[in-house]
Antibody, heavy 121, light 111 residues
Framework: EVQLVQSGAEVKKPGESLKISCKGS????????IGWVRQMPGKGLEWVGI????????RYSPSFQGQVTISADKSITTAYLQWSSLKASDTGMYYC??????????????WGQGTLVTVSS | QSALTQPPSASGSPGQSVTISCTGT?????????VSWYQQHPGKAPKLMIY???KRPSGVPDRFSGSKSGNTASLTVSGLQADDEADYYC???????????FGGGTKLTVL
């Protein structure tokens, strides 16, 4: 069974750093893209970026380029999303997701439970 | 890249059909047969309902169907049920140098 299990909720202050995780299991972690999606409170879905753990090929949405870093550790089948200096506007739910089919990068059929990030002074 | 355009709301009575549209451009919706639809209930993660314009993942009822004409894709929910009440998001592929993009979402209300 494909599972994506994300790390727990975080409460941080502006300027602090943060790294959240997404552990994949039940499939070949190195051969599927993993994406990160943000949902701000009461708002819609936004792509943050995606990574192919097999070779660490990473793409970012223009809105998030330079604001976050996506990485993956194949040895522990875990992907990460990190910030070096959080802003209040980073507050939101962050989901990781995996494509439904191998080779796909367009339809994400498996989702983590979400990590709520709250940034407040 | 701009988000895809969806109506903010849609509604229908139990048993009826409702169609939600998703309008993009020739660079995304119109350019590839890679349109997906997601259902999201409050407090839950999104769920893939349709991919590659018309295909249903295993376990998704055939009451959900997808189509595309030009730069507009559509999701039709037939035989509306109370549990279909949720937010629906379309997503489209925009080429190898781009990530996918989402629509703004449509809140479906079952009257």
């Amino acid at each position: 069974e494909v599972q994506l299990v994300q790390s727990g909720a975080e409460v941080k202050k502006p300027g602090e750093s943060l790294k959240i995780s997404c552990k994949g299991s039940g499939y070949d972690f190195t051969n599927y893209w993993i994406g990160w999606v943000r949902q701000m409170p009461g708002k819609g879905l936004e792509w943050v970026g995606i990574i192919f753990p097999g070779d660490s090929d990473t793409r970012y949405s223009p809105s998030f380029q330079g604001q976050v870093t996506i990485s993956a550790d194949k040895s522990i089948t875990t992907a990460y999303l990190q910030w070096s200096s959080l802003k209040a506007s980073d507050t939101g739910m962050y989901y990781c997701a995996r494509p439904y089919n191998w080779g796909d990068r367009a339809a994400f059929g498996y989702w983590g439970q979400g990590t709520l990030v709250t940034v407040s002074s | 890249q701009s988000a895809l355009t969806q109506p903010p709301s849609a509604s229908g009575s139990p048993g009826q059909s409702v169609t939600i549209s998703c309008t993009g451009t020739s660079s995304d919706v119109g350019g590839y047969d890679y349109v997906s639809w997601y259902q999201q209930h409050p407090g839950k993660a999104p769920k893939l309902m349709i991919y590659d314009v018309t295909k249903r993942p295993s376990g998704v009822p055939d009451r959900f169907s997808g189509s595309k004409s030009g730069n507009t894709a559509s999701l039709t929910v037939s035989g509306l049920q109370a549990d279909d009440e949720a937010d629906y998001y379309c997503s489209a592929y925009a080429g190898p140098q781009h990530l996918g993009m989402f629509g703004g979402g449509t809140k479906l209300t079952v009257l």
